[in-house]
């Protein structure tokens, strides 16, 4: 069944009855860390029962209980003030000043994953460390441990040790780190030379080596490179501090540290946050570019009404999706802070320009108040985290009430179905978002209002109520109600120059129309002209192509029969040749046979008459041929002058 929440109203109320109502902590003056997220379920330290209760948070819950209790099987023996849950939540760490222990998780299994099969009643394996007389700081389980098995502690005399849990216990140490000039004598505490606090950076370094920062007392912070396959840990610091100042950042002592994104936030015990650019090259140094204080009560108070109240941060979880930030949970209530500095620092390292620090600001949210006034009972919060889905801060009061309070998502465009590459699209989308950005920074709010989580003992005077009453008042006027104002009135601008950008515009549209107008009728007047050219041309093309026929005609071609009769012209003029020729022999033969026939007249009158009757024929004979002759040159030439040759 979905939620609004991460947690349903009936895991609420369950956990609510088996928590109690509170007041059973030894250690009501301070923030505890009493309630851990990993994955899809959330653990609770019962304080009461000495117990663990794992809730199954969002959508993940499937068949069996909603809150289970798991019963441990050695009780710890000391104070429990923190709770610590490995990445998958197979190992779980109670901790407190005087001791730490291990608690072993039942497997998961059945329908949805849930731990023991989702049984409401659970008994897990625990056992304690040996930590000799130590006060433990700090623990947290490492992150570059494949198994979850690997739990670094720090003690108050600056020793870090690294143990792992799936060894026996006579060989669960692993090693020791010692910090230089860190001690555990009264004039270290005095001094402000005691650890207080130590964090794991957020992303790992060469060869698996992971980035441990621990902070003193007296602001002093040491880097400590961590790795799990190195046999010695070495430790570099206190880094330097920039830029430097003469009370070296000293706003009370020092009692918190976590690291966001290359951005470590240090914590004092008077309510004051510094945060701090991590540098790295040949020497680790920190640049502090911003100092938040946290306004603790609900109503103000002068300098001499100001409580101690020592911060204890949180970083959200692996898995849970957020803006970069952290929680500060102090005896006063729970506070948000955003830090929009490793945003900057991302779309920097990606565009490999400089940093613009002076938009890297960070924003705190007040969520919860449970000291409305330095005289009202003090009211710590037990623990605080981030969960999901959604994303949602989870707050224990000292009532033992669990809170769920919604995260607020930053306001990001949806992408578009379809996409436009045009530069005119992009400068629209561009001008949209500007817009968009300047209404947002309009209703940014500075700073909010508080749920108001006081203790039940809480006594408030009609003084303090008005206060509070005006106080509320006042931010609900100041950051809504005026931004609402402000926001109206640039809509209102922005809508006037609208309409005064859509003047112009209409007015160029009217004059764009009539340059449309004119630009058609010249449009038809050129279309006519240049029908009239188009005509005037193929009359001319026709033209063109009547001379050129009538040329093409006048050039001396012969068709077919025309060659044919050439060629047969030329056969006749060879055939009159070859006749001339033997025309000419005839001849010949004639003067020869003149000649024989002259020489042989003496020969005797007998043969007389049979010479004239020879020689009648061959007269006969010639002459025929000779008209012949005449009638084929008298063709020749008549065909000659028909073909014009």
Known sequence: MKTETVLSSEALETIHKRLGTGGSLSSAEASLSLIDHREDHVWIWNETDRSLLVSVTGSSSGPGADVQTVSLSQCPGHEVTGLSVSRSGRWVSLWGTRG??????????????????????????????????????????????????????????????????????????????????????????????VAVDFCFGSQCGEAGVWPLFVILASMDVFCVSAGLAEDEWTVEGPLEVKPPLEDNYSDGEACSVVEVGGVLAMATVTGILYHAIILGGDTTSLHVYE?????????????????????????????????????????????????????????????????????????????????????????PVLGACMASPPATVLCLLSSNSLSCLPVKSPASPLPALLSDDTEEASQEDTRHHHADSQLLALLARKSTQPLLKAAPSTELTPALTLELLTGATGTLRREYMARLEVARAELLRRVAELGQRRDGQEKLLQRLERLRTKARDEAEALSERHEDVRDRGQELGARVEAVLSKLQAKIPQL???????????????????????????????????????????????????????????????LQRDSKTIADLVKNVNELKKDLEM
């Not at 830090?339 to 900057?344: A, C, G």
């Not at 009769?565 to 001339?580: G, H, I, P, T, W």
Request: charged fraction near 25%.
């Open 100 to 193: 730490v222990t291990l608690v072993q998780m039942p497997p998961r299994g059945g329908v949805g994953g849930r731990f023991g099969g989702g049984r409401e009643e659970l008994t897990a394996r625990s056992q304690e460390l040996e930590t000799g007389d130590q006060e433990v700081q700090g623990v947290s389980w490492h992150p570059g441990s494949a198994a979850e098995c690997h739990l670094v502690i720090l003690t108050r005399s600056g020793v870090l040790s690294l143990y792992n849990v799936m060894e026996i216990e006579d060989r669960m140490l692993v090693l020791k780190c010692p910090l230089s000039r860190v001690g555990n004598s009264k004039v270290a505490a005095a001094l402000g030379e």
């Open 291 to 379: 100092r938040v204080e946290l306004e603790t009560s609900a109503v103000s108070s002068s300098h001499d009404d100001v409580f101690s109240c020592p911060l204890r941060l949180v970083t959200p979880g692996p898995g849970v999706h957020t803006r970069p930030g952290y929680l500060a949970s102090h005896p006063a209530g729970l506070h948000s802070v955003s830090l929009t500095m490793v945003s900057v620092l991302k779309q920097a390292e990606l565009a490999a320009s400089a940093p613009d620090l002076d938009s890297g600001s960070s924003s705190v949210e007040h969520l919860v108040c449970t000291r409305p006034a330095p005289s009202s009972s003090p009211a």
């Open 559 to 621: 068709s077919d029969k025309e060659l044919a009769m050439a060629r047969e012209v030329s056969s006749l003029d060879r055939k009159v040749q070859a006749l001339e020729g033997g025309v000419k022999q005839l001849r010949d033969k004639e003067r020869y046979q003149r000649t024989q026939i002259g020489a042989g007249e003496a020969r005797g009158q007998a043969r007389v008459g049979m010479r004239d009757t020879r020689l009648d024929n061959i007269k006969e004979v």
